[in-house]
Structures are given as C-alpha cells and as structure tokens.
C-alpha cells in the first residue's frame, strides 16, 4: 500500500543484486539492503519547484521538506471553475518534489495544416474562440525535469493539435466530411461511413499531443544532458465533453451523487505485461540476453531447472507449465507485483513521456523502446447526467491512490461537501483533506494514518473539479 | 446484413480493380463487375462434408444444394447434455459447406510433462478421469479443409493441454503450488502472489491448444498440397465451469431467464485495426510497398494529393487530418466495414486457423503474419448463476448472427423453450428453426426473410446447449 523508494526508476533491490550475481558470473555474498547505490546525482535544479498557479500564494516560500506541509490554492488566485488543487512533497524520497501541475484555459483558433501559423485565423464564433478548460497532473520519475516540461508544454501541443482540427469540430461539412461521400460512382464500396464524430477528432488531437510533447521533451531533454520521465494525466473540457488522457498511472474519478465513473485506468508492467512481451518476442535483441521474456510466478534459481513451472508467454491470458531450462534463470522482462513491479527491473510505468536515455543500470539496454507516449481517453459526456451540485472530477497522482481506494475517496468528497456547502473554497479545502488524509500524520519518523497503517511517503497531487457552475460554451 | 460473395478470401472487387489499375502503371478502363474473377479452383473433395454425429441420420446423404435443406440432430443419436444442433449449406456461394462442426465427451488423464504418453497415467478419481464436454465450430474460407482438419484435431490438442496441468486441476499442492512459496529468505521479492486459480490453467491450456491446432493445420495442408484457413469457436465444460474459447467472426452467447451473457467477441479486420496496423508499422516490409498502413474514411484518388483527409495511425482511436501524399493512394492495410472489411484486401478475419499460405492475390505478400490463431477466452461460472430449464448457450457461425442479433436470438430461444416444455428434442429443434429463420425462403432466386430483407447466403451452423441438466461432475 505504500512505496518507499519504489517507484519510478528506483531499480528494485533485488534486480541490482541479480545484476551483480549475473556479472559476477555467478552465485556468491548478496550485499545487505543498506548498501543499495543511491539515485544517480540529479542536475541542479530546485528542490521545490511549486505550479505556477501556486507561486506567490500565501503559504510562502520556505522549503517545507521536513513538515510537508500540504499547500493548496487560495481566494487569491482563482482556478478555472473554481477548481481546488493541493499538493504535499514526498518524505525525502527523492530530492525534488517530483509531482508537477498546470492548469488553464486553452482558447483554440482554426489553423490550416501546412499553413504558417500567422497566414489564417478565422474567428470562429462571438467570442473569438473555441474555448477548452485544462488540468493535469505529471508524476516524475529520475529527476522533476520531464514533468517540469511537460507541465509547461503539454497544454501547447493539445492547442495546437486541436487548432489543426478546428474546422472539423465546428463546421458542418468540414474537409472531406465525416458522412462520407460517393468518390467513385461506379463501385459504391469507394463510399466509406465510418461515422466519425467531433469527440473522435478531439482524441486524436489528444493523442497526437502527447506524441509530439514526448519528442520536445526528448529533444530538451538532450540538449540540456537532463534525464528523466513523467506519467501525464490531462484533462480537457470542451464543447459539453470532459476528455481524460491517461499515460501512466495517475488515476482520475468522476464522483457523481450516487455513482462513481473511473475516468482512466492505470499503465504498469503488469497491466501492459501482454504489449511488452509481444514486442520482446518480436525484437528478442532489445532484452540483449539478459532477460527473460517468460512470466512466472516468482524468481527462478539453478536447482529449478529441469522442473516443471507455471509461465506465461505474450500470447496467454491463462498460464501452463513448462520444464525450466537455464535461460529461464534470467530476469523476468516484467517483475514483481502491485507496486513493486518493474519494467525490465527498472521503472514502475510502462507509458508516460521521456526516458529516452533511460538504460538498465550497468547495461546497453533501453528502456524506451517498451514504452508508449500514447494516453488512453475516456470521454465523460455532460449531457448523459443530470449534474448535481457536488459532483466532482477527482484528478490524483499515485500517492493518493496508494492509499485511499475509488469508494473512499468518493465518500471521502461527498461527506466533506455535504457539510461544506457555502464555503466558496470548498473544492480548494476538500483537496487539502484529501492530500492530508493519504499524508498522514508524523510519528517518530514515520509518517501514519489514523488506523495505524503508513500512510504515502510519496508526492501527492489533487485536483477537485466541480462539474455543476461550468463556464457555458462559446 | 447479407454477405454473398464477400467473406473468407474472396478478394474484394475493389480491391482485384485497384490491384490491376496499379499492375497497369495508373488510371484506365475498369472493367465491370461481371468480370470480376472466379474464385481459384479448388482440391478435389466431398461437396458436403457433415459433422460426423449427424452422418448416417435420417436426412439421406443426397446433396441438398439447391432447396438448402436444413439438416440437425436427431433422437437416435443424442449429443452430450441433449444439446442440439443444425446446419444448412450455403447458398451456391463455394463449391463446398465451409462449416464444420464437432462436439464430445473429453477424458482427461495425467500426463507428466516431457515424459512419454504411455509411462505415466494416474488415476486422478472414482472414474478415473476428469471428463470435459467440448462443442466446437468452425468456419473455413478458400476451402473446407482447414476447418475439417480443425474439427478433427483441436479436441485432441485440447485434451492434450488439459493433462500436461492435470496436476494444477486436481491437486491440492501441484508442483510449483500457485499460493507461490520463498525461495530466497533474505528477500521477500522473491516470493511472488499471482492469485493464479485454476481456470487459469485451462484458459492456458485452451490458448496452447490453438497455438498447436495451427501448426499442425500447416504441416497437414503443406503435407497434402490443400490452402485455405477456418474460424473456431470452442466450448469446453469443465468442472463446474464453461470455457469459450473465439478465434474469429462466429459467436456464442449464454441465454438466461432475464439476461443474455455474451461469452465471445468477434475478431475482424476493423476490431484488430490497431494490432494490424501496429505490425505493419514495426515491419513495413510486411506491406511491400503495395499498401498504406493508413486508414481513411474512403478510398483516396489522385486528385486527394495535397488535400486535408482525415486518418488514422496505429496509435490512434481518435482521427485526425493529414495532407495526402502519393503514398497514402495505396491500397489500405484495413478496408472497408462491416462484412465488407477486409485485411489486405484479402481476408475477413484477422483470428482463425490456417492460412499459412495465403498470399494477396498476385503478389508475394503473405497474409498470416497479421493472423492471429489464440483465441479469447470467457469463462461462464455455473456456482454464479442460479441456472433454469430452459437457459441455453448458443453458438452459432457468422451465417446466423448476420441476419438476426442478440435479442432477437435470445427472444426467439425462450419463446420457443417456453411452448414446448416436454418435447425431449426440443434444444435440436430450436437449433434447426434458429437455422431456418436465418437461411429464409426461396423467393425465385433468391433466399428472402418474413419481413422482405435478404435472407443470409452463408452456411449456417448452430449449437444450442442446456445449461440446466449437466452431468455432474466426476
């Protein structure tokens, strides 16, 4: 439930000790826990680097490292929909705050494709613009520097990329319209309706978006000598849709009265392991023989072999049995479970942005090839609910939700806002309440929840969006 | 609705035109559709091959082409649980019935891996062995014999599978037990949980089965100088539990008093976009330079060259523009909908057996490196359900649920089990009237249904399975 040092690209204790048997070539002393090398020496960078709507507020500038102190927005700048977020920095964990957030409006104008961005803007409505409203949340992993650009670019792609299908969305017949026509009057299979809808070009912005945001951070990242990767969670309103892009395992729930909708579903070794093995079996050299592309139900050791084991293969959903031969000693491509799994015994995420560098400690190996930029998007239509007052979009990165399940949270909202219905803050406190639920309380050097279990040592970063007083369109 | 002529590898018109435009260097005449070629001819074999229980019945082996008799189980000769089952041949569509059909009791017995067949049987209980009870259909293209090898020879891999994890079944502690154990006392990690229970293993044993079903296809038609490739659709029932295994476009569903549980899902060019465009992405050369992995909502032509068009990657859900250059006017890797969807222009499912030599028509592109033969499988739990008289499992080949849906087939199954209560045939009876429904009427030349729609020209196979009186198990 909670994960010390476990997460990103924290290599797992127990692959850098396979790694030392292995170069050793062979069985010998295992280190103690307590000499596992330390994390590779960051660049310079802040040690608290607070978003940007956040900076200024009134909570100071102090480094708030030993407290964590949980920070939140104010009446003295306004969130878009009078969204609340609040954040509290990892129990030294690492040397950054690793969480990064953005928030804003995105106003999108019609661009043509291929055109400079300067020869067309064609106002599309009174007001200008189409209007879209944008949160989202970056975990970091190996340093805060891809979440640090991704909090500052990911918005521009998606403006971008929507601005290139804004004719689309808004006429009736855009560019070879999405009814399809008769091209070929001869063979009416040249008539394709594939039914395409304007929420269909929204995600494809979407996700063309996160693609070209991996390759700036890629680039930057180079340029710069940083490493490092983020899982990004956006969420997007526009024209009556509330579209939540998922790539990594951040996790966002839609808390309606007497429902709950999950909005993303999470991206981990293990709920990729099929996709990743596939590509190993495709590609056997990027494991470079040093893995194992099998499964199975816990490490192998030399008297295994010639016994008969469970395995599972790219292909399975089930398992079978299989006699162990000596390459099925190597390490498993996917290891470990829950929170301890790992991706080539090195990062807990098997989508996100950057990591372009990222090689498995001591080796040639790359781990970007096993990654996707891609984000899944679900779509929460407005008109399919009658939104009530205290309905909520709950955005959260993993210290949240390594603690406090879809229902707690849930109850967790609705209980709070119950009590609270006046205090124009309301959303801003209750994602207070929930980063200081999941935070805990510290005792000694612990960091505890009221039931005695550990509370996150984690960062946590909430968002509240309340989905009733939305801005009308334009 | 219908789909005479354009299933399995009859290649798409479209497709043959655009083949021969490209052949000839750019535009030109396009010959009209009656020119359109005949399909290859094929080996020489039986023009109607029945399932075996259904051979020396009373229906007379005389060839049924021209009225499309409906054929099904009789009384002298019941199937397993008193399952019925019926056919009728297509339409003059091939020059076969390309259904094929199996069903049977499956002993299993205890088999070590890795040791000869004969050196280790183990009586596992009173009866000596695990008994299964297995329905399968199959449903070939370019030929029958795909499908007829299948129907003779998956139940076996299946049986085969089954008692390599016999161990994992029936035992308490079977070797490598799955609560999984410590290897390593100085390192917890080294113990891993995976829950694994033991449906896993017969959903492993299942996915196994097809793997190796297919293989022995190849060798078999390579061997004997056949082509060709089928769908599967298997149900096995294993203590207390039913098993549906899909590879391809057929489908099973479970009917109940109040609700239909679906128990597969079809894998067709348009379902499996994203996996086939993937491949093609990863290993162009896949494609030869004769397609476009690119999918569009028509077919584009020469003057699209520099227009906006909509389209969709291998990554993408969504859709987006792009402009068109002279490589996206190949032919799509994906084309066409619904029943016209085809997979290089080629093949109407992207999961089945066979197909190991299947090249696009009069190129060297081969078609199996986009086939899939592991199927999917659902699991139907009996110990969930409070099961009734007259609740079935119906499977049944494309032929059926092209012309008649879910609700429809659910509809008709509990009126028709509700008026006839005490007929000790009734599950074949159903089956045979699902069959007539489905094939329709001869109206002058064509096959027409009660409400004037076309009437399906396809073979038609269906199971219809009791739930209520299974035998118990041993």
Redesign the interface.
């Known amino acids: 439930m909670q994960n010390k040092g476990q997460r990103g690209t924290t290599t ?3 692959f850098i ?1 396979w790694l030392r048997w292995v170069r050793r070539g062979g069985p010998g002393e ?1 280190p103690g826990g307590s000499q596992e090398p330390g994390p590779r020496s960051p660049p310079p960078a802040p040690c608290y680097r607070r978003p940007k709507f956040l900076r200024g507020g009134g909570g100071g500038e102090e480094s708030p490292r030993g407290r964590r102190a949980v920070r939140g927005t104010g009446p003295e700048r306004p969130l878009p929909w009078d969204s609340g977020y609040a954040e509290v920095i990892n129990a030294e964990k690492s040397e950054f705050n690793e969480d990064q957030a953005t928030c804003c409006q995105i106003s999108i104008r019609r661009r043509e ?2 055109l400079e961005e300067d020869k067309e803007w064609l106002i599309l409505c009174s007001t200008q613009f189409l209007t879209g409203y944008y949160w989202a949340l970056f975990d970091g992993h190996g340093g805060p520097s891809a979440a640090v650009i991704a909090s500052n670019y990911l918005h521009y792609c998606i403006k971008q ?1 929507l601005e ?2 804004a004719g ?1 969305i808004t006429e009736a017949r855009p ?2 319209h ?1 009814s ?2 008769c ?2 009057d ?2 009416p ?6 039914h ?1 809808r304007m ?10 978006a996160f ?1 070209e945001c991996d390759e700036v951070i890629g680039q930057e990242m180079e340029a710069t000598g940083q490493t490092g990767g983020c899982t990004a969670l956006a969420a997007l309103y526009l024209q009556g849709k509330l579209y939540v892009a998922n790539a990594g395992d951040s996790r966002a729930i839609v808390v309606l009265k007497d429902t709950i909708v999950p909005m993303s579903c999470e991206f981990t070794p293990e709920t990729e392991r099929q996709r990743l093995q596939h590509l190993a079996f ?2 056997p050299k990027l494991l470079d023989r040093e893995f194992t592309r099998f499964e ?4 192998l ?1 030399g008297d295994d072999v010639g ?4 395995y ?1 293969d790219y ?9 162990v031969e000596k390459a099925d000693l190597k390490y498993p491509l996917v290891h ?2 829950g929170k ?1 799994a790992r991706l080539l015994g090195t990062l807990a995420v098997s989508r996100g942005l950057g990591d372009h560098q990222l090689k498995v400690i001591d080796t040639n190996i790359e781990v970007k090839p096993f990654l ?1 930029c ?1 984000p ?2 679900n779509i929460f239509d407005f008109a399919l609910h009658d939104i009530k007052e205290n309905d909520v979009l709950i955005m959260a990165t993993d210290g949240l939700w390594d603690i406090l399940c879809n229902k707690e949270v849930a109850h967790m909202a609705r209980s709070f806002l119950a009590e609270n219905r006046t205090d124009p803050h309301r959303f801003s406190e209750l994602a207070k309440c929930l980063v200081r639920r999941a935070r805990g309380k510290k005792m000694g050097h612990q960091w505890m929840l009221d039931d005695g279990r550990e509370a996150s040592y984690d960062d946590i970063s909430v968002f509240v969006v309340p989905l009733h007083n939305r801005d009308e369109d334009c």
């Open positions: 797992s204790p127990a000790w295992r494709l291929g990329k290139e299908v689309a560019p070879m999405m399809g026509r091209v070929c001869s063979d299979q040249f008539v394709e309706e594939k395409i929420e269909d070009m929204v995600v494809g912005a979407l996700e063309n693609q495709l590609f199975f139900p816990r490490r050791k016994q008969k084991v469970l599972r292909f399975m959903e089930g398992w079978g049995y299989k006699l470990g479970h301890q996707s891609i899944k998007v």
